[in-house]
């Protein structure tokens, strides 16, 4: 196999220009076929990013025998059941996040993906982006020193009540619970990415503003590996004016700190201050779409792994639903 020929389920907002026109621009890859039950949308996705076929139904794209690879965009309830189906349909899979609404349906697919050696991908993309690199590295070269504590704090102003209506992102049975399962999956991601796989967690999720069924606001702590403790604080329901997407690593020598959905990487060190700027690529998840194509293609490693991303599901349906191991 020299190139990768890809199909689409779901070619949605997040497609138009985070993920879809990457797969035309990454070597080795083309964007072959879409899916979307909107008849009048698709025909009109699929001629604005000249996409040669386009299904009404997903099986009909999976079982396609030009198609080598899907990637699942859908909202999060039905990512097993596509992600299975395309895996025993010997396709390779690429899943958004969150890979499912539960750590059970997580599991499903990575017992299944083992079970016929399936390549499984999920979209945890900042893991491949310049900044989060760079904070890697950071760590890797001891930059700060022993790393104390690793704090995450998310303050996002809610939206008028009438946004909310039939939302599927603030709604348990399609998103796995509200606006953290839709956010928080990137930032914990990160940690893991960075510090390994968390244990002894454990938090508690509530609802204060009362604009919907399930959590606006969450915290949780952690241990992490080497005795470094995490601290998460999330609310969508904050007042405008504190608004914050903090990420800061404390460590004996100073700190590292970024926003997740930001531009930008303050490093402290000796009572010295640097701001380093990182200019997004045009389609945020590209260099993760070229280490995935490298992945199919037997060329580098899987970027994120089932298993990656189930250690950051465990976490989170700990901190909303108290299930910890």
């Given at each position: 196999m020299q190139e990768i020929r890809w199909g689409i389920i779901g070619c949605g907002n997040v497609t138009e220009v985070k993920s879809g026109p990457a797969f035309n621009k990454v070597p080795n890859s083309r964007l072959l076929a879409v899916m979307r039950r909107d008849k009048v949308l698709l025909k009109d996705y699929a001629l604005r990013h000249n996409v040669p076929y386009t299904f009404n139904n997903a099986a009909d794209l999976i079982q396609h025998p030009e198609v080598d690879a899907v990637y699942i965009a859908t909202p999060p309830n039905v990512h097993e059941q596509y992600a299975i189906e395309a895996l025993r349909a010997n396709k390779f899979v690429y899943v958004e996040k969150p890979m499912a609404t539960t750590v059970a349906a997580c599991l499903n697919m990575q017992k299944v993906a083992n079970?016929?050696?399936?390549?499984?991908?999920?979209?945890?993309y900042r893991r491949a982006l310049p900044l989060f690199l760079k904070v890697k590295e950071l760590l890797q070269q001891n930059e700060i020193g022993k790393v104390y504590t690793v704090k995450i704090n998310m303050q996002k102003n809610a939206a008028n009540a009438s946004y909310y209506i039939n939302n599927w992102r603030v709604n348990k049975a399609t998103a796995g619970?509200?606006?953290f399962y839709d956010l928080a999956p990137h930032q914990l991601d990160l940690v893991i990415y960075f510090f390994g796989e968390a244990f002894n967690y454990k938090g508690t999720a509530n609802n204060k503003a009362g604009?919907?069924?399930?959590?606006?606001?969450?915290?949780g702590k952690m241990q992490l590996q080497n005795d470094i403790e995490f601290i998460g604080d999330w609310c969508f329901a904050a007042a405008t004016d504190i608004e914050k997407d903090e990420f800061i690593i404390q460590g004996e020598k100073g700190s590292i700190q970024f926003e997740v959905f930001g531009q930008h990487l303050i490093i402290v060190k000796e009572g010295q201050k640097e701001v380093i700027h990182f200019e997004p690529p045009a389609h945020i998840?590209?260099?993760m779409i070229e280490k995935i194509v490298n992945y199919f293609l037997d060329?580098?490693?899987?970027?994120?792994?089932?298993q990656d991303a189930i250690s950051s599901m465990h976490v989170m349906?700990?901190?909303?639903y108290g299930n910890n191991l």
């Open positions: 079970e016929l050696d399936g390549k499984l991908v999920i979209a945890h619970g509200g606006l604009l919907y069924e399930v959590e606006d606001t969450v915290k998840q590209q260099p060329k580098g490693p899987n970027p994120c792994s089932a349906e700990s901190f909303v």
